[in-house]
């Protein structure tokens, strides 16, 4: 949604409307803290630890705009980015979760992340992001020594559930 779409305009007046003002200030005041509690809320169903969840979906939430000046346009903000792209952001993280974390260098991932934030544009954001981790998680499970010394025989089981989540990724940004 843009700032010009009367939906947005809507939603905007009900949410100024459905609180009081005194909840609405305080709620302004903690607006970063509420958009954090409100994403881990709602992605409760990955089983990945919840400051890895916010590492990873942070800069992606910069990039999108979600921390803007205005506290409440981030409060509306942070409801219409999970509205949009929920689904989405839950396939990528179960991803990452299903990639045995000593293998997955998470912090390298994050920094190539950023990088192919910079270079991209917010319409194309979430797809480049998709293929880094896709391709990324994938190449951590091809089978090498270093790979087997992490995750002995459970090695087959652990590709399996990789490669599923990667489909399941694929397929959720096919919609």
Known sequence: CHDSDPRLQD?????CRGLKPDHLSYLCKHADTYAEDLFMLRMTVIPLPQHLQLQFVHPILLKWGSFKENAFDRIVDIHLFLWGYQSALVALLRQLAATP???LNFGKLLELMQLELEQTSMSECLENVADLVVGWCCRRMLPSSAVFAVVKSEWAPIAARVLSAARGVV???GR
């Open 101 to 103: 974390f000593h293998v």
């Open 11 to 15: 939603f905007r007046v009900i949410m």
């Open 171 to 173: 397929s959720e940004l």
